[in-house]
């Protein structure tokens, strides 16, 4: 079972990967944003506390992420793994996530970081709204520069602690994210074997 945490700003290509690591390897993507969207679509007790929090305009506590997190780890125990997306985002969930698994006997492989500066992150984003201009007539309300700054800095904000809290247990790759997808997927997949 490979159990990895992808960790990068918006626009630096964890998710092109990690739809690459689910079609070879039958891993499965869990990202938090789904979670949520999916918990407060159903109305289940965790959604109508993230719907509280977002109706609020607040950030959904953590300890509703985390149990949506746990729930989707419990989904991805019959597969060949998983791939976290968007968790964890602070220290204290990566704390969280360390006792759970630790409670489960399943530590993490790996926590790839991927390193990329912020105008190649603003030439991607420009790019990606652009084709889905071209391709669907529409943008992603994220794919502008402005909006791309402020979520850039609240992923530096909210993450810049995450690297030595990894690196501290051995578990944190650096992947230049600069490179070509497929230098990128080869980087990956030397890291976490074949």
Known sequence: ????????????GKGTQAERLIRERGLLHISTGDLLRDAIKAQSALGVQAKA???????????VVIGLVEEGLEI???????????????????????????????????????????????????????????????SR??????VLRRRVGEFIRATVQLGPFYEQRR?????????????????IASTIGA
């Open 1 to 12: 079972m490979t159990r990895l945490v992808f960790i990068g700003p918006p626009g630096a």
């Open 53 to 63: 929090a977002v109706d609020s305009g607040g950030l959904v506590p953590d300890e």
């Open 76 to 138: 991805a125990a019959g597969r060949a793994g998983y791939i976290l997306d968007g968790f964890p985002r602070t220290v204290a969930q990566a704390s969280a996530l360390e006792a759970y698994l630790a409670e489960k006997n399943l530590p993490l492989d790996h926590v790839i970081l991927f390193d990329i500066p912020l105008e190649l992150l603003e030439a991607r984003i420009k790019t990606r709204a652009e084709r889905l201009r071209e391709a669907e007539g529409s």
């Open 141 to 146: 309300s994220d794919d502008n520069a402005d």
């Open 171 to 187: 578990l944190l790759r650096r992947i230049d994210a600069r490179q070509d997808v497929e230098a990128v997927a080869a980087a």
